[in-house]
């Protein structure tokens, strides 16, 4: 059994060559820190009676391995790239919407310099941060003018806050939902200041139940996307064009949180599974006063809460002090206004993740699904065929609808499905699959198409662990 004493005091392992380097790269305190933790765990592996080191010698290079790894680790970023083989095109945990090359390469043009974010430079004044992407928003919405917040709640909260504080808001019960972590629509409402007035019941609510609750302290009647549920069999929801016309003849404002954020362009096929998804330009044609959703979901760009619709009521929203706190930076905005560059010119819009995942043909991933299995030789007991299967739109949006996909599904002798599906997720950079009929699948819908010699690679290197 190796004894302690071969352990070497901290003084004499810092005054070595190698933590030299390390202590000029990461400081004196850190190095000195990482030691005395690199030598307390030693102590504790051989106290348990596992194999120690034989000599001083051998104590200290363990010792030295042991801080790099350890300094190495603590400056390793935690959030990483991910390949998304679960075929859920907007999956929240996997941060959404993965943004195209021309919003990746205009953040990377503004955030690595300064930029006329606030700045006129026509006038050479002070300007303002709204009207970068403005233009865009009403051009591609139909409204008459539009803002940006950091997100779809603190867009929806912004929104409440500015036209409803201390009034009431009109909403049925049916649409009091639970939005992702937990967050729920009347909580957001409350932290607003604005009362809400709940109408109708869970499945029924008709048009004059909001017109009975219409009085003196009515500030907006709300329409709220249901997001992840789907309410069907005995329902009733009144069409937004008549509550829109309720409205304005009660002259309160129609607001209508869409959350998904899909555009629906004239000029644009809806997917499949979009059909029966309320549209931004929809809405606002349909007589909504201002509609808000989100920049990373549909839209397919970064995290953004988008407000759009009436001139006068964007002031307001505007001038309010939450406007502050909420407002997005200019990363955002730089990838957002590409972004929106995307779906203003027709022939481009493919280049947009989300929407070439949502039309990508059947025949594309069957071939590629195909391709990957081929590599796959039943060498080291790792097989793989190709398998019928469904994607799914995620995200909260199209909540229930599903795409047809081809799956690759894999089984490895030996090996458990979830122990497959662990491994996996501990490639370089780690695959997110799921487990189907105990079998771990890769749904290629959500995998970019560079990726998938990746994905080849890293079921390679499984065959011979």
């Not at 002090?321 to 730089?334: G, Q, S, V």
Request: charged content about 25%; overall charge neutral; hydrophobic content about 45%.
């Amino acid at each position: 059994m190796s004894s302690f004493r071969l352990i070497p005091s901290i003084d004499q392992v810092l005054r070595r060559a190698a933590l030299q380097d390390l202590i000029a790269r990461h400081g004196q305190a850190p190095v000195a820190a990482a030691a005395r933790r690199a030598a307390d765990e030693l102590r504790a592996q051989m106290a348990a009676g596992r194999d120690g080191p034989a000599s001083e010698s051998e104590a200290l290079t363990s010792l030295e391995e042991a801080i790099a790894a350890r300094l190495h680790a603590s400056l390793a970023p935690s959030l990483t790239r991910v390949i998304n083989a679960t075929g859920v095109i907007l999956h929240t945990n996997l941060g959404r919407a993965p943004l195209a090359r021309a919003a990746l390469e205009q953040a990377a043009r503004v955030g690595s310099g300064y930029s006329n974010l606030e700045y006129d430079l026509a006038a050479g004044t002070r300007g303002h941060r709204h009207t970068h992407a403005e233009g865009l928003l009403c051009d591609l919405s139909g409204g008459d003018a539009a803002l940006v917040a950091n997100n779809n709640a603190g867009a929806t909260l912004l929104v409440l806050a500015a036209l409803a504080e201390g009034r009431e808001v009109i909403v049925s019960r049916g649409e009091l939902v639970e939005i992702g972590g937990g967050f729920r629509i009347p909580d957001v409402m409350r932290q607003s200041g604005a009362r809400l007035r709940e109408v109708g019941t869970t499945n029924r609510t008709r048009l004059q139940d909001y017109a009975a609750a219409i009085g003196d302290r009515t500030a907006l009647l709300l329409r709220v996307h249901p997001s992840n549920f789907r309410v069907e069999g005995f329902t009733e929801r009144p069409p937004l064009a008549d509550l829109a016309e309720l409205g304005r003849r009660s002259g309160v404002p129609l607001f209508e949180d869409l959350g998904s954020g899909w555009l629906g362009l004239d000029d644009v096929e809806t997917p499949p599974p979009l059909r029966d998804e309320p549209s931004v330009r929809g809405s606002l044609r349909a007589g909504a006063d201002l509609v808000a959703f989100s920049g990373d979901k549909l839209l397919g760009g970064p995290q953004a809460g988008i407000v759009a619709g009436r001139g006068d009521l964007i002031d307001r929203v505007r001038r309010h002090p939450l406007m502050r706190a909420l407002r997005a930076d200019k990363i955002t905005y730089a990838a957002l206004e590409a972004t929106l560059a995307l779906w203003a010119q027709a022939p481009l819009r493919h280049r947009i993740p989300v929407y070439r995942m949502l039309a990508l043909p059947l025949d594309d991933i069957d071939r590629r699904a195909r391709a990957i299995v081929a590599h796959l030789s039943g060498a080291g007991g790792l097989r793989g065929e190709v398998r019928d299967g469904l994607s799914t739109t995620g995200g909260g949006s199209a909540p229930a609808s599903t795409l047809p996909t081809r799956l690759v599904s894999l089984v490895m002798d030996g090996l458990s499905t979830a122990a497959l599906e662990q491994r996996l997720r501990r490639a370089d950079p780690p695959i997110v699959a799921r487990i189907e009929d105990d079998r771990v699948v890769l749904d290629l819908r959500t995998v970019q198409e560079d990726e998938d010699e990746q994905i080849v690679a890293a079921l390679v290197s499984l065959t011979v662990i």
